[in-house]
């Protein structure tokens, strides 16, 4: 069993910063990517930013320059700095890795709960 617990969301002014925490944990024996994922009220799901294992970032469009993402590999952790936030950035924000666990031969998906994340005007 795999566990992926966020932090950090809350509600913010526009302009203004937030920083998202994600830690797996459990019967991990290495992650491969990790990301971000955000989904508004009535939008699908969306990639906001991912890091492969060696450190390779990929953003969208909307949040390149504005949103940092890192991860701390010893603690199976990734992170989401954003900056100069927007009420359109306003969405629950989930974080995901590829897993492979103990005594398992393939790497699968795991989802953490979700965090909200507001920003006002």
């Known amino acids: 069993q795999v566990q992926l617990v966020e932090s950090g969301g809350g509600l913010v002014q526009a302009g203004g910063s937030l920083r998202l925490s994600c830690a797996a944990s459990g019967s991990i024996r290495s992650i491969n990517g990790m990301g971000w994922y955000r989904q508004a009220p009535g939008n699908q799901r969306e990639l906001v930013a991912s890091i492969t294992s060696d450190g390779s970032t990929n953003y969208a469009d909307s949040v390149k320059g504005r949103f940092t993402i890192s991860r701390d590999n010893a603690k199976n952790t990734v992170y989401l700095q954003m900056n100069s936030l927007k009420p359109e950035d306003t969405a629950v924000y989930y974080c995901?890795?590829?897993?492979?666990?103990?005594?398992?031969?393939?790497?699968?998906?795991?989802w953490g709960q979700g965090t909200q994340v507001t920003v006002s005007s």
């Open positions: 995901n890795a590829l897993v492979k666990e103990y005594y398992s031969v393939s790497y699968r998906w795991n």
